[in-house]
Every structure is written in structure tokens, then in C-alpha cells.
Nanobody
Framework: QVQLVESGGGLVQPGGSLRLSCVAS????????MDWFRQAPGREREFVAT????????YYANSVKGRFTISGDKAKNTVYLQMNSLKPDDTAVYYC?????????WGQGTQVTVSS
């Protein structure tokens, strides 16, 4: 079984920063790409960022471009999301997703709250 575990969420003031981590563990032979999604109460789950494991290409939602950075550590099967200049609208549960060995996996989510 492959599992994804997110960490690093918490409460931060507007303008602050957080770094989320997502570790993939289990029977993993290859990772194609890893993503971050988020879902705020009453909203649909939305795409945040993607990193392709092979070439390192990254993609971001327009709402986070210039503020968030996705990166990966292949040796640790870990993806990170560095979030800077956080806004109250960034408040959501953040979910890690991975495509590995032909299957899509989701993490349990970590809460990010941006508030004064």
C-alpha cells in the first residue's frame, strides 16, 4: 500500500509563510508527478501546483503564482509547498496527490488557516 502524509499546516498571520511537506511511503517504484490541491469550506477542491518528477517542470494556479513554490526531494519521495505572502483566501485544507506506479494517491490533508 502507498500512503501520502502531509504535514506543516497551521495558523499563520496574513503575509506570513508556511512550508508544507508530503511524504510518500510504501511500495513505490516510480513517481510521475506530485500535486497540491486545496479545499476551503463551501468551495470545490482546486488545483494549486504540480511538479513532474522526471524533468522537474512545475505548474501553478494563477492565484498562487509568485507566492508559492513547489519542489521535490526524489531520494525522500517528498514534495514540498513553500507558501509565502499568505492571504486569508489561502485558508483551506491542503491535500497532496501523487501519480506513482500507474495509480493516483491522495493524502489526508493538512489545515492551513491565515488569520489575524
Amino acid at each position: 500500500q502507498v500512503q501520502l502524509v502531509e504535514s506543516g499546516g497551521g495558523l499563520v498571520q496574513p503575509g506570513g509563510s508556511l512550508r508544507l511537506s508530503c511524504v510518500a511511503s510504501g511500495s513505490i517504484f516510480s513517481i510521475d508527478f506530485m500535486d497540491w490541491f486545496r479545499q476551503a469550506p463551501g468551495r470545490e477542491r482546486e488545483f494549486v501546483a504540480t511538479i513532474f518528477w522526471s524533468g522537474g517542470s512545475t505548474y501553478y494556479a494563477n492565484s498562487v503564482k509568485g507566492r508559492f513554490t513547489i519542489s521535490g526531494d526524489k531520494a525522500k519521495n517528498t514534495v514540498y509547498l513553500q507558501m509565502n505572502s499568505l492571504k486569508p483566501d489561502d485558508t483551506a485544507v491542503y491535500y497532496c496527490k501523487a501519480r506513482a506506479s500507474g495509480t493516483t494517491y491522495w493524502g489526508q490533508g493538512t489545515q492551513v488557516t491565515v488569520s489575524s
